[in-house]
């Protein structure tokens, strides 16, 4: 994947991410929806799984947005690898 298509992945969940955030489709199914569990409030246990997502959301981002190291480097970590063997 190039570096490209790689920032618009991550600008997409950025997007997602903001969207869900502000939850104001919350505010009056709140006190519509009983309790979950019988405990919790629906907009708690929304941002549960929100919280959740957001984790998710971030190891992606890491694993698109974190550069490759350069060769040299990658290379020096094989030999000294292959070295101990």
Do not use: C
């Amino acid at each position: 994947m190039n570096f490209k298509t790689r920032f618009m992945v991550v600008i997409l969940i950025v997007a997602v991410m903001f969207v869900l955030h502000n939850s104001f489709w919350l505010w009056d199914l709140d006190s519509q929806v009983p309790l979950l569990f019988g405990f919790m409030p629906f907009a708690y246990s929304y941002y549960v799984g929100y919280a959740f997502l957001s984790l998710l959301a971030m190891k992606v981002i890491i694993d698109l947005a974190w550069p490759d190291p350069p060769e040299d480097v990658t290379k020096q970590f094989i030999d000294k690898e292959q070295l101990k063997q």
